[in-house]
């Protein structure tokens, strides 16, 4: 089979290792890939948004499945030109998408669905009154999020009154979401443990594979901004079985059936943001693709046939024993450029890759390869992950800061504490 996966990230890197390793497969392309995904395949510079080149790419080199990993390409429509040339896509198509692309679709198909989740109000943010008053009403921490695709960005947590409106001013006067922040929610704040659940689904049918908790803040105990993620383990001992199963009947279930019911069935990664409070797990958002760095975490904890469930699925018969929970564990630590998710300098030639422990796998993300040497090109720049066979964590968490300290790039940060919650 000849797999091509769209993409650049860490994500994409796991994804291209364990298709890899698939029996299946035959050829593996990426566009555009990093420099961890041209050791396993062949990386090709095509513009993202240059459909008709994707698409002629395909045709030429008679790819049997595309495999897309970061958002903006599906709500962009990747999928549905794809499908509309007659290539298979794992991966949903745009309306289908909009569970990510729209913070308010996503509540409006959560409502439908009877899908317990944080309650919110949602206002336009040109109204300006209504907010205020709303706004001096409620209780704190509340959070603001903008409707729209912010780059993990648009979610803002707010402690007091004066934060909020400040935070409201910012998106409606100032617009720093551009035209993402049209529509705000306001939102209750949840308390309790966070997981990520993917499940895999031809649309109808899913499996959710080993559930993983990234770490969302730049700082260490959870403080600064927001980032894409700086680290995840998994599995998550937050989630018993009983949970997982709860998790799958009423949340994964009804919102796959009520995508369906309305026309827009979602074929791919359906990714719930979950936060586990004291009464049960309340969904905190829907992604329409796996998550980065937690896809670094959760492949490797599958025996089976990985190309085949994607497959399965985007030819819309899932194959739910292609793949299955091998027992171990894994820690992933990523390793940023200081200043991210701000401003940040880049270019500095990364040392230590070459680790030759079958328990270690170094992902890349933004780093670039220049005469045979790597450097630092982007904000997160490479995801250092332990894999055991055995549900060790802490054993996982060890192996992976031991690692680390034979990397070094000039400017490099990372979390020291990225697995601790599972270790309370
Ligand atoms: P999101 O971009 O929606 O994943 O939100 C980013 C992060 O903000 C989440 O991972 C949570 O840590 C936090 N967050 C979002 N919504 C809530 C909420 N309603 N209550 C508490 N924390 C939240
Ligand atoms: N790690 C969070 C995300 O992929 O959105």
């Given at each position: 089979m000849k797999v091509l996966i769209i993409g650049s990230g860490g994500r994409e890197h796991a994804l291209a290792l364990a298709i890899s390793k698939?029996?299946?497969?035959s050829e593996l392309y990426c566009i555009p890939g990093n420099s961890g995904t041209k050791q396993i395949s062949k990386n090709v510079y095509i513009d993202l948004q240059n459909f008709d080149s994707i698409g002629s790419f395909c045709s030429e080199h008679q790819i049997d499945l595309v495999i897309i990993g970061p958002e903006q390409p599906l709500v962009d429509g990747l999928s549905d030109y794809l499908r509309g040339i007659n290539i298979k896509v794992f991966g949903p198509s745009s309306s289908a998408a909009k569970i990510e692309s729209s913070k308010s679709y996503a509540k409006e198909i959560m409502n439908a669905a009877n899908v317990p989740t944080a309650k919110y109000e949602e206002f336009n943010s040109t109204d300006y009154w209504k907010v205020e008053n709303y706004l001096r009403e409620c209780e704190y921490p509340l959070v603001i999020k903008v409707?729209?695709?912010?780059?993990?960005?648009?979610v803002i947590i707010c402690n007091n009154f004066e934060e909020a409106i400040n935070t409201f001013k910012s998106i409606?006067?100032?617009?720093?979401?551009g035209k993402a922040g049209t529509k705000i929610l306001i939102e209750e704040f949840l308390i309790g443990e966070e997981a990520s659940v993917f499940a895999i689904t031809d649309g109808e049918n899913f499996i959710t594979l080993p559930a993983a908790q990234d770490h969302k803040r730049i700082g260490d105990g959870d403080t600064g901004k927001n980032t894409g993620g700086m680290g995840a383990y998994a599995?998550?001992?937050?989630?018993t079985e009983s949970l997982s199963h709860e998790i799958e009947e009423k949340i994964i279930r009804p919102v796959i059936f009520q995508l369906k019911k309305e026309g827009n069935p979602f074929i791919g990664c359906l990714y719930a943001g979950l936060m586990i409070t004291s009464e049960g797990p309340k969904v905190i958002e829907f992604n329409c693709r796996f998550g980065d760095p937690e896809t670094q975490v959760v492949l490797p904890l599958l025996d089976g046939d990985f190309l085949q469930l994607l497959y399965s699925a985007a030819d819309g018969?899932?194959?739910?024993?292609a793949v299955w929970y091998n027992g171990g564990s894994a820690v992933c630590v990523v390793a940023a450029s200081e200043g991210y998710p701000d401003s940040y300098q880049k270019g500095f030639e990364i040392s230590g890759l070459d680790i030759f422990d079958p328990q270690i796998i170094i992902y890349h993300a933004g780093t670039i390869e220049k005469d045979g040497k790597i450097f630092s090109n982007g904000g997160r720049v490479i995801g250092v992950t332990a894999v055991l066979n055995e549900f060790d964590i802490r054993k996982a968490r060890d192996k992976v800061y031991d690692a680390i300290k034979n990397i070094k790039f000039e400017n490099m940060y990372f979390r020291k504490?990225?697995?601790a919650k599972a270790l309370k």
């Open positions: 698939s029996k299946l497969l409707d729209g695709l912010a780059a993990g960005k648009g409606s006067e100032e617009k720093i979401f599995p998550t001992p937050v989630l018969r899932l194959d739910k024993n504490d990225i697995a």
